[in-house]
């Protein structure tokens, strides 16, 4: 049997930008990518802390350095400038490997600037 997981989440991130004219997607800061082990392209949840919007988008690069978390396209309806989110990334797992796998979880200041990278 296969399992979805929790594989990595950028947690208490800050939207700093909405691009409604935008195909779609959250651009994230690679520094941020990197730490939590989350391609471009690849799909994530968006949790919005504020309005308790919860959608699926996909994650591309933003500008390195900036701490950019900007929604585009749709998804930029369902949140404002200065909103607290959550980006998550499960993977599937079958049993064994589910019982032993260890999260990536990057908590994040006000200005996205990564705090802590932890294993959970």
Known sequence: MQRIMLKSKIHRATVTGLELD???????????????????????QVL????????????????????????????????????????????PMDDAEAQVFKATVVKVDARNRIVKVLKK
């Open 48 to 91: 919005n802390l504020n309005s308790g919007a919860r959608f699926v988008t996909y994650a591309i690069r933003g500008r390195r350095g900036t701490g950019q978390m900007m929604l585009n396209g749709p998804a930029a309806r369902l949140a404002y400038k200065g909103d607290t989110i959550i980006v998550i990334a499960y993977a």
């Open 22 to 44: 935008y195909e779609g997607s959250v651009a994230i800061d690679p520094l941020l990518l990197e730490a939590a082990d989350i391609l471009p392209g690849e799909q994530v």
